[in-house]
């Protein structure tokens, strides 16, 4: 299932209406219980000297984990786009048809001194993305929904690769770890109209269903790390 086109005229029409038809979402149960916690900080997580780092993250639709990302302490920049294929394919209605190599993807950029990798990690297996669920995220199915990790770095592979195990070890999901652990092969933003959306559009029902809650759960989870003021990629209009 693919969520809705936009349609620009009317985006935010008959919210209510839309958002009742929509039905439920669900998090992971971990999530869902308010007496639950976000996973368990990463073990292995050394400290990093460079003044500033990215990090490459796919995990269903883009508009939710640009969403988080941009509430996050320390995250000076987070686009929404496009990793694993060609440039050339990097156009959405192409990327949804699945058949590009393509993931909806967010690149973030971050202060290693205020946030580290570990912790975008955290935040990621906790609030943004469910790890258990193969080539799909809550409503949306296909490859460009799949979940995984672009490592820019040998440093970044390894962390990466120690909290996955150290959540399988852990037993800390219901299901296996599916997200996949792949060196980084580019970037590419996605259209003008997809960046800052959840921000812009708040009570977009997909938004509202199913990214909201995310934002709600990395305030409640991660205080120490969250911001109520986003740090956005669009100019102010």
């Not at 780092?53 to 508009?63: I, P, Q, R, V």
Request: proline share 9%; charged share 15%.
């Amino acid at each position: 299932m693919k969520r809705p086109r936009l349609l620009p005229a009317a985006l935010l029409a008959g919210t209510a209406a839309l958002a009742l038809a929509a039905g439920a979402f669900s998090l992971r149960p971990a999530l869902a219980d308010d007496a639950a916690l976000p996973t368990p900080a990463p073990a292995y997580n050394p400290p990093d000297a460079a003044p500033t780092e990215t990090a490459t993250l796919s995990g269903g639709c883009f508009w939710g984990l640009q969403g988080v990302y941009e509430h996050v302490k320390g995250v000076t920049k987070v686009y929404a786009g496009y990793a694993g294929g060609a440039a050339a394919t990097a156009i959405y209605e192409v990327v949804s048809t699945g058949a590009t190599g393509h993931a909806e993807s967010v690149q973030i950029t971050f202060n290693p001194k205020i946030i580290s990798y570990g912790q975008i990690l955290q935040i990621y297996f906790s609030v943004a993305t469910d790890p258990t669920e193969l080539n799909f995220q809550g409503p949306d199915s296909g490859t460009q929904y799949r979940g995984e990790i672009w490592y820019a770095s040998p440093a970044q592979q390894k962390i990466a690769a120690a909290y996955i195990a150290q959540l399988t070890a852990a037993h800390v999901f219901p299901a296996p770890i599916v997200t996949r652990l792949d060196p980084y092969r580019g970037f590419y933003a996605a259209e003008a109209y997809h960046q800052d959306f959840l921000v812009l559009h708040p009570d977009y029902p997909y938004i509202a269903i199913n990214d909201i809650p995310k934002v709600e759960n990395l305030a409640k989870f991660f205080p120490a790390l969250y911001q109520s003021t986003p740090t956005t990629v669009m100019p102010a209009s």
